[in-house]
């Protein structure tokens, strides 16, 4: 997302996929650390917001966990059950 489709605030909307060494170096010597930084970002705000989710629906995840346990599996109309 970051070195692709430029979504960064930071860096801007530059693809930095397939340059050369060379042409990277046009963006100044710290631009690997910046990318890094940026995904490291994303990835952070995504496992935060995945551990809201889940904490938020703890109680129908262990419920669903406790059918599993009776029965092995369920099938998608039993699962979206647990969500209405």
Do not use: C, W
């Amino acid at each position: 997302m970051v070195t692709k489709y430029g979504m960064s605030d930071i860096l801007g909307p530059i693809d930095f996929q397939g340059k050369e060494p060379y042409e990277m170096q046009m963006f100044g010597e710290d631009i690997g650390d910046k990318i890094g930084q940026e995904v490291k970002t994303l990835i952070d705000t995504a496992y935060n917001d995945a551990q809201t989710l889940l904490k938020q629906h703890r109680d129908k995840l262990d419920s669903i966990a406790e059918e599993l346990l009776q029965k092995e599996k369920i099938n998608e109309t039993d699962f979206k059950k647990f969500f209405d």
